[in-house]
Antibody, heavy 121, light 108 residues
Framework: QVQLVESGGGLVKPGGSLRLSCAASGFAFRNSYMNWIRQAPGKGLEWVAYIGTGDSPIYYADSVEGRFTISRDDAKNSLYLQMNSLRAEDTAVYYC??????????????WGQGTLVTVSS | DIQLTQSPSSLSASVGDRVTIPCQASHDIRNSLNWYQHKPGKAPKLLIYDSSNLETGVPSRFSGSGSGTHFNLTITSLQPEDTATYYCQQHVNLPPYTFGRGTKLELK
C-alpha cells in the first residue's frame, strides 16, 4: 500500500525557517521523481519544487527560488523541504507527490495528506 | 510559461446529470493534460492523464477529451461523492508544472 506522510508543519514567524519531511512507503522511492505542491487558503494548487532521481535535476517555482531547498534521503525513503525566509504568502498546506513521466507528459499519481504551514507574527 | 484557464470557477448540478468541466491552455500542449479531484482535507486524486487515459480504480463515469488547447473532463452521471474541486494540470517540457485554478462542483 502506497503511503506518503508529511510532517513538520506549524506556526512560524515571518522571516523564520521550517523543515518539512515526507516519509514514503509502498513504492520504489529511489526510482521516483518527487515534488512538493502547496495550496494556500482559498486558493488552488501550486507546484513548488521537484527533485529527480540521484538528486538531479532540481527545479523550483519562481516564488520560492533562493529560499526553499528540496532534498531526499533514499536510504530513509524520505523527502524534505527546507524553507527559509518565510513570508505570509507561504502559508499553505504542503503536499508531497510523486511525478510520473509519460511520453512528453508528466503527472502526479501519489499524494500525501498534507501538512499545514502558517506564517504569522 | 503555459497558462491553464478553468472557467467557470464553480458550477452546480443534480445527481444523475452529465457534467462537463472545461480547461483551456494558452498554447498548444498536444494531449499533455491531466485532471485531479480534490476534496477538503484529503489528498488530491489523479483521475485522467494524457487527456483521456483513465487512472486505475477511477469510476468509468469519468472521462477526458481534447487536444491542443481545449480539454474537457466529463462525468456522465453525477454522484453525490463527486462533489469536489477539479483541477487540470499540464507539463509539456521542463517544469514548472502548471495547474488551472480549479472548478468547484456542487450539488443542486
Amino acid at each position: 500500500q502506497v503511503q506518503l506522510v508529511e510532517s513538520g508543519g506549524g506556526l512560524v514567524k515571518p522571516g523564520g525557517s521550517l523543515r518539512l519531511s515526507c516519509a514514503a512507503s509502498g513504492f520504489a522511492f529511489r526510482n521516483s521523481y518527487m515534488n512538493w505542491i502547496r495550496q494556500a487558503p482559498g486558493k488552488g494548487l501550486e507546484w513548488v519544487a521537484y527533485i529527480g532521481t540521484g538528486d538531479s535535476p532540481i527545479y523550483y517555482a519562481d516564488s520560492v527560488e533562493g529560499r526553499f531547498t528540496i532534498s531526499r534521503d533514499d536510504a530513509k525513503n524520505s523527502l524534505y523541504l527546507q524553507m527559509n525566509s518565510l513570508r505570509a504568502e507561504d502559508t499553505a498546506v504542503y503536499y508531497c507527490a510523486r511525478a510520473v513521466d509519460f511520453g512528453s507528459n508528466s503527472y502526479f499519481d501519489y499524494w500525501g495528506q498534507g501538512t499545514l504551514v502558517t506564517v504569522s507574527s | 510559461d503555459i497558462q491553464l484557464t478553468q472557467s467557470p470557477s464553480s458550477l452546480s448540478a443534480s445527481v444523475g446529470d452529465r457534467v462537463t468541466i472545461p480547461c483551456q491552455a494558452s498554447h498548444d500542449i498536444r494531449n499533455s493534460l491531466n485532471w485531479y479531484q480534490h476534496k477538503p482535507g484529503k489528498a488530491p486524486k489523479l483521475l485522467i492523464y494524457d487527456s483521456s487515459n483513465l487512472e486505475t480504480g477511477v469510476p468509468s463515469r469519468f472521462s477526458g477529451s481534447g487536444s491542443g488547447t481545449h480539454f474537457n473532463l466529463t462525468i456522465t452521471s453525477l454522484q453525490p461523492e463527486d462533489t469536489a474541486t477539479y483541477y487540470c494540470q499540464q507539463h509539456v517540457n521542463l517544469p514548472p508544472y502548471t495547474f488551472g485554478r480549479g472548478t468547484k462542483l456542487e450539488l443542486k
